[in-house]
């Protein structure tokens, strides 16, 4: 029966040896079991007079009785509780790009037991400042996502506010487990601000359903005859808390808007060198620039104009290179209006404005 | 009454004294040859009274993996007649890993077993099949330490065999 256990056991070696080949990146996870019993006992043979005797199994606290039913008891201890895990940032590599205004975007991390027990994990998110340093090799523009919140992907199948839970649960030797922060993106945030934030995670005893209280580390405290807890993450002596970081960047439409005015000409002076006089015509430019990273949709221009000037068509629409014209002084809908002295262009259709693009309204009034 | 308390703490006394004394021989039956004992501990570095750190041998009370544990087997000739051919077979638990070069036992030759303990040869004679290609045998592939005595154990006289082991 004895034999049988070690040839077992030796089978077991080489079907270990075999595994840790092909999943070699898993070789240093998890270890022997908390609460494994490791048992040993030696077996001494000898002779007497040139007679072999029975031989007498070990005992902790000694056994001279020969054979193997004298009762000796194996030296055993008891493994105890190596509490290690890895958190790090995963899924989309890098920022989430968010829009101001945008609600539920999130990040992504990973969090794996790599102890030997059974664990829960207790979880903080938080935002960060740009003290904190380069995350993604981004700064923090000082500015923060709203409403954190931590989701676990403890059915594996993605984020799902609903279900997921806000807590690592029950997470056994080497299982890995993704966690998300869903955040919101205020209106206020600009294009180019980088938010980072912060996940903690906790160890926290495991058991029940729900979240255990943390763990507690057993290192320096009297060695017990129990299970006891030493926080080694990272294979040196912890304190149970692991930080990762990521990050969002506002992605937006930065636009900026100038208006040029030019004489063109005058009744009396022609186009050379005119007055700004009463029969002068202007050419008002206005410029829309974006230089933002996102598309600038539903632009709508208005412009109020003195009462002290009549505007004349056709209104030039250049929008990145693509002309059109539109008249004010009818009711059409040619996405030019104006209704008393102010002056809408993109009122009936969507005018979008690309990133890196200009878009440009040309018009001429004359002075009254 | 405070007598009576005071004989008592007495006598409590007096017997844990004798059982102290008396663990190893006189306790253990008279029967058999040798008394043969096993213990397990680990090392932990303290610092003394000089402020100077020393390394000394605990209980294995606290055991993660990665530790390193001491067993320690102890053989007492508890008879008046000599112990010959005292062989010493201590197998290896799956979750350990012998630590290479560890076995220790004066006036012994060690030999060791990567098959359950079936054939014992010296440590650079043996080699295992690994995935169908034989090489030679690592201190992780043993299965078995054994202690050959190449003298016999006199009367009263005691022997020790030591190993080293890593939790997996």
Redesign the interface.
Known sequence: MK?LT??A??F???VA??TV?LLSQHAFA???D?G?T?????????????N??TF???????????GGASG?L?????????VDFTLVESGLAGHTPVTPGQNGEYVQFTLQNTG?ATQDFRLVPSNLLAAFGPVNALTDTEVDMSALQVYVDNDANGLDTGVDQAFVDELAEDGAVDIYIVANADVTLVNGDIANVNLQAIVADPGAAGLGTDTVD?FGSA???GI?V?F?EG?ALGDGILDAQDGFIVSSAALSITKTATLISDPFNGALNPKAIPGAVVEYVITVANSGAEVAENIVITDTLSADVTPADPIEIDNNGAASTCTQSDADADNCEITGVALSIGSDAAIDVDPATTLTITFQVTID | MKTIQQIGISILFISFAISAVA??PS???A??????????QKEEVIVDANGEEKVQL?????????DE?I?T???QN??D???????????I????EYVDGSAFGPGSDIVFS????TVFAAAGELSV???GVVRPAEAK?F??IRWQMQNE?PAGSQGV?RFRAR??
């Open positions: 034999r070690h040839m056991s030796w077991a070696r080489l040896s075999a080949v998890a270890g022997t908390a494994t490791i048992s040993n006992q030696a077996q001494v043979d000898y002779a007497v007079g040139g072999a005797q007498i199994l070990s005992d902790p606290a000694g056994n001279s009785i020969p000796a194996p030296t055993e201890f008891l493994v105890d509780n190596r030997n057993d060695d017990t005859a006891d030493v080694a294979g | 663990q190893e306790q253990a039956p029967q058999g040859h040798l008394l043969v004992k096993t213990v397990v605990v209980d294995a009370k606290t055991v993660i993996p990665g544990v067993y087997v102890t053989f508890i008879s007649t000599p112990a010959e051919n005292v062989v010493i077979t201590n197998p638990a799956a979750d350990l990567v098959d359950g303990g099949a690994d995935a592939d299965t078995h154990i065999a939790l997996q």
